[in-house]
């Protein structure tokens, strides 16, 4: 099966720049999609296809993906932006037919 | 307006069966494939399986097959997981979500919109 592999954790200052990456074989032949969870509540779509965003996101988040790393990246960080954050892949070939990666706790210092 | 609203919180003993409900609602429910996701205390998001309720095809995570049991009435809009015999590793957030697909060179697959989470808790 297919295997995500993200940083347990992220920490970062308010107003600075948050990287999360995500990495796996050849993910940049994959369209990858991340989601934000909050203590308590399910989790949202923040970015969708490698760096699309549906409505109602802010452009602070963004997305790239080359090679074997996606990278989910937070600009101008608020303290409400501290959550969980998961990519996740949906691969035909693999069996589980959609994977998440392992997750990263975004700490705003 | 696109909701899926889980039904609430189950406390069950080892052995029995439960099946829980997400109803959806603001958009045509059988045009879509809803999926469950297994949350554990602490833990990550993992699929447990798909259903289209426009004809009840279902796929499942090999971690999942012949462990839960997904379902579909399409006439009430309402997709379910089961169980026929719980184990105290059941306990967990189960979410459905909603599936949606984009073609650009290639199709992908993602959850655009979620439930809010039923928590099962599986104690003797």
């Known amino acids: 099966s297919y295997v995500l592999t993200q940083p347990p954790s992220v920490s970062v200052a308010p107003g600075q720049t948050a990287r999360i990456t995500c990495g796996g074989n050849n993910i940049g032949s994959k369209s990858v999609h991340w989601y934000q969870q909050k203590p308590g509540q399910a989790p949202v779509l923040v970015v969708y296809d490698d760096s699309d965003r549906p409505s109602g996101i802010p452009e602070r988040f963004s997305g790239s993906n080359s090679g074997n790393t996606a990278t989910l990246t937070i600009s101008r960080v608020e303290a409400g932006d501290e959550a969980d954050y998961y990519c996740q892949v949906w691969d035909s070939s693999s069996d589980p037919l959609y994977v998440f990666g392992t997750g990263t706790k975004v700490t705003v210092l | 307006e696109v909701q899926l609203v889980q039904s609430g919180a189950e406390v069950k003993k080892p052995g029995e069966s439960l099946k829980i409900s997400c109803k959806g609602s603001?958009?045509?429910?059988?045009?879509?494939?809803i999926g469950w996701v297994r949350q554990m205390p602490g833990k990550g998001l993992e699929w447990m399986g798909i259903?289209?309720?426009?004809?009840?095809?279902?796929r499942y995570s090999p971690s999942f097959q012949g462990q839960v049991t997904i379902s579909a009435d399409k006439s009430i809009s309402t997709a379910y997981l089961q169980w026929s015999s719980l184990k105290a590793s059941d306990t967990a957030m189960y979410y459905c979500a909603r599936v949606r697909i984009v073609v650009v060179v290639a199709a992908t697959y993602y959850f655009d919109y979620w439930g809010q989470g039923t928590l099962v808790t599986v104690s003797s």
């Open positions: 259903i289209y309720p426009g004809d009840s095809d279902t």
């Open positions: 603001g958009y045509s429910f059988t045009s879509y494939w």
